[in-house]
């Protein structure tokens, strides 16, 4: 299969049919995730780097699955155990990984840029798992597989993302990620929670009124308040943030009938989205997500890296 791709750092890089072939090689990946023996040969003698300079769960744990799951060898460091901290710079500790004969780094940075600054200066395969509030390109591509999943098609669907616009790397990917797809697409927050530029996104609506916003979607997106990333507090308190903006079970009465309900964790409970919202039964795909995030991240690793056969047979 040939993919034309060497890096996965910028959604926007990525056209239509580039996504739907990851999404189609992650639900062929479903099949080896419901083995009993969950492994397949595909990047058996790859080498990968997980270089989480910030603190994660799903993406990180995704990630180091998916390797595992491929026969891929992984490296797991960042933050205090790197050298960083001794005063050497990141170029110069690329450099260094790099001399082992790697093949990928997975990196994610709390500073926006850093995913291209290793591609520039290492010469392998990077995926960015998160920098900063630039984009995080692979949760874009788990939240499209996991909706596709749910309603058979993306195209035509309208999608309200809501909460934190302006501190968000999840919308930075997402946004274009569902408008190449050919969603309709509504952000809904507070004016303080919205970037300067909202038209930048490239969202078709921008709206402060998420009861006159939800009739309409087909999917409701929750984020979490990015409170590590922003000084101060850009609403009274978190009482009033979930009166006018959370997802609750009051709210459900407005949604169609066969709306579903994202979230890309962690979830803040009582705030973005309360228990029953969270755990619904028949809207809530948060789960599907995480599920999503092992898939999608071994297509993501099979495609870039040219695996040795179609990743399926063992």
């Avoid at 999840?170 to 303080?192: D, F, H, Q, Y």
């Avoid at 078709?204 to 999917?219: K, M, R």
Wanted: contains cysteine; charged residues 25%; negative net charge.
């Amino acid at each position: 299969m040939a993919f034309n791709h060497k890096h996965l750092i910028d959604i926007t890089e990525y056209s239509a049919d580039d996504i739907m072939t990851i999404l189609e090689t992650a639900k062929n990946f479903k099949q080896v995730n419901e083995r009993r023996i969950k492994k397949v040969p595909t990047l058996k003698g790859f080498t990968v780097v997980n270089m989480f300079n910030e603190p994660s769960t799903r993406t990180r744990s995704s990630f180091e699955i998916a390797e595992k799951r491929l026969s891929a060898d992984s490296l797991n460091f960042g933050g205090s155990s790197t050298a960083t901290v001794k005063g050497e710079s990141l170029v110069d500790t690329v450099k260094t990984l790099c001399s082992y004969k790697i093949d990928c780094i997975v990196v994610r940075d709390r500073w926006a840029g850093v995913p291209r600054k290793i591609a520039d200066v290492s010469g392998v395969s990077v995926i960015d798992a998160g920098d900063g509030k630039h984009q995080h390109p692979t949760q874009a591509l788990l939240d499209l597989y996991s909706i596709w999943e749910e309603k058979g098609d993306l195209a035509g669907l309208h999608v309200g993302v809501v909460g934190d616009i302006a501190h968000s790397r999840v919308c930075g990917s997402l946004i274009p990620a569902l408008k190449i797809m050919g969603c309709e697409v509504t952000v809904v927050a507070p004016p303080t929670l919205l970037p300067a530029r909202p038209d930048i996104l490239g969202a078709d609506h921008v709206t402060s009124n998420l009861d006159e916003a939800l009739p309409e979607l087909d999917v409701v997106y929750m984020l979490r308040i990015q409170r590590e990333r922003f000084e101060g507090a850009p609403y009274p308190n978190l009482r009033e943030y979930n009166l006018l903006y959370g997802l609750t079970e009051q709210r459900d009465k407005l949604l169609k009938p066969d709306a579903c309900v994202c979230h890309p964790g962690p979830i803040n409970r009582g705030v973005e989205l309360d228990s029953f919202m969270a755990d619904h039964p028949k809207r809530s795909i948060i789960l599907d997500q995480v599920y999503a995030g092992v898939l999608v991240r071994m297509a993501a690793l099979y495609l870039l890296l040219g695996g040795s056969n179609d990743g399926i047979d063992a």
